[in-house]
């Protein structure tokens, strides 16, 4: 019998519902192993619980790091990469495009790699000079180490193509949505079905946070606005829009597994601000548990989103605030605008296609 094939997924936290590349370890991890998969997910001692060594039946190799802004993920996964060298694997995902710097180690070693590049990294707010300029040199490399270069959005793969010539497989996100059980969450926090705002982001620059608490204060009536969120290193950004803030806007801190779903399936409205990235997991699961979507009008997430949302301009928080007035004064006028939502996540965005996928590109790289 031919043993089953080992894959190592590298450069995210873990595994877990922290971020986008967490989710995506996990839900794509637990089905290659539903597929007859062995994999090690490689995750950060200061992310993972103690003693904690697999999820969803793929193995947890947890390797310290360095918790700083700039060194937290290029030195873990330097690790990450240095450790896989010599465990015998068939093939490797890296994931930011921060990490094509590693990729060579990995293919030095025998391991055909594809790397994840997510957006384009080095629009965002949140690096300075020095952090640009790794991610614009990062962008360069990613075009060249790898065996296979991954974007999850067209329009990503177009500033690849366009500006690189190099080709790129799309795959996106996927979504499952599963109804809670419970109403813990909305009871701690005090609110009522359908009779809430809700955003939900890390709390940096070019997610906008402070464009929305900004806009919400030209937004009439008492329902609530929910900021779900935070981000390590970002204080002072983050005290800028909280501290004597609205008395309507509540800021729980971030929000995980079963409580993150029932802020999703029980919100009047989903709020997606974000400028720079290519497909956003929040977005795609806002969509699949059939929220009204109240979303920045960028390409990449008019790619996502298409015809399912009300679009506003975080550049101009008055549209943000028209579009939030709009689904207050008649949210039964919104019941088909949910409707496209939810189909249009279960048509476009399937955890199982996007495991398929992953596993066709893993059987192809270890083939060689």
């Known amino acids: ?44 001692s200061h992310s993972t619980a103690a003693g904690e060594h697999g999820h969803r039946g793929a193995e947890l190799r947890v390797l310290p790091t360095v918790r700083s802004k700039y060194f937290d993920t290029p030195v873990h996964t330097l690790l990450s990469a240095l450790d896989a060298r010599g465990r015998g694997f068939d093939a490797a995902l890296v994931v930011n495009s921060a990490n094509a710097l590693f990729v060579p180690l990995l293919r030095a070693a025998g391991i055909p790699t594809a790397l994840h590049v997510d957006g384009i990294e080095k629009r965002r707010a949140k690096w300075g000079l020095f952090g640009r300029a790794v991610y ?51 009871d701690r926090l005090g609110l009522t079905p359908r009779r809430y705002f809700l955003y939900v982001s890390r709390f940096e620059p070019e997610n906008n946070p402070h464009s929305v608490v900004a806009a919400y204060a ?11 969120g935070g981000a390590p290193y970002a204080g002072r950004f983050i005290r800028s829009f909280t501290e004597g803030s609205d008395q309507r806007i509540l800021f729980p801190g971030p929000i995980f597994g079963d409580g993150y779903r029932e802020l999703l399936a029980n919100a009047l409205a989903y709020i997606h601000a974000t400028e720079v990235g290519g497909t956003h997991p929040a977005l795609v699961e806002a969509m699949g548990y059939g929220n009204v979507l109240v979303v920045n009008d960028t390409p990449e997430n008019r790619e996502v989103a298409g015809d399912s949302a009300l679009y506003f301009r975080a550049e101009a928080p008055g549209t943000l605030a028209t579009a939030l007035d709009r689904v207050r004064k008649a949210p039964e006028s919104m019941v088909a605008l949910r409707r496209t939502a939810a189909d249009r996540a279960s048509r476009l965005f399937s955890w199982e296609a996007v495991a398929e996928h992953y596993a066709e590109i893993f059987r192809r790289l270890a083939a060689r």
Do not use: K
């Open 1 to 44: 019998m031919n043993r089953p094939l080992h894959v190592a997924l590298l450069g995210s936290r873990g595994a877990g519902n922290y971020g986008g590349y967490e989710t995506l370890m996990s839900e794509l991890g637990a089905r290659l192993v539903a597929r007859g998969f062995r994999v090690t997910i490689y995750a950060r």
């Open 136 to 186: 614009a040199l990062s962008e360069r490399l990613a075009c060249s180490v790898a065996d296979t270069l991954i974007t999850d959005a067209r329009v990503i793969r177009e500033h690849y193509l366009r500006r690189y010539g190099a080709a790129s497989e799309v795959i996106t996100y996927g979504v499952e949505p599963r109804p809670p059980a419970t109403r813990d969450t909305l």
């Open 218 to 228: 030209d937004v009439h009536g008492s329902i609530p606005l929910v900021m779900v």
